[in-house]
Nanobody, 123 residues
């Protein structure tokens, strides 16, 4: 079993920045892909950014390209989402996810999920 705990959400003004962090624990955590998803009230869940275990492959939703950066620290079993130039439309609950398959992370529903952290961007 893998446990994921997010931190770093909060309230920020438009144009500001936030750093979300996700710490993984549990069974031997190697060769896992990780990612961030978000869901706003009344909207479908959106895949925001993903990264494979080695960091050689990343994905960003078009809506966040050039503003968000995902990075991983395998030694600490953490993944970070740095969010710059935040917009009110970025307001959502952000969830960290992990899966042993990067293809599954990109195209399916990841196996493991965190509890979520709220990001609110005021205009």
């Amino acid at each position: 079993q893998v446990q994921l705990v997010e931190s770093g959400g909060g309230l920020v003004q438009a144009g500001g920045s936030l750093r979300l962090s996700c710490a993984a624990s549990g069974r031997t955590f190697t060769n896992y892909a990780m990612g961030w998803f978000r869901q706003a009230p009344g909207k479908e869940r959106e895949r925001v950014a993903t990264i494979n275990w080695t960091g050689s492959s990343t994905y960003y939703a078009d809506s966040v390209k050039g503003r968000f950066t995902i990075s991983g620290d395998n030694a600490k079993n953490t993944v970070v989402l740095l969010m710059n130039s935040l917009r009110p439309e970025d307001t959502a609950a952000y969830y960290c996810a992990a899966d042993s398959s990067y293809d599954h992370m990109l195209y399916g529903v990841p196996r493991y999920w965190g509890q979520g952290t709220q990001v609110t961007v005021s205009s």
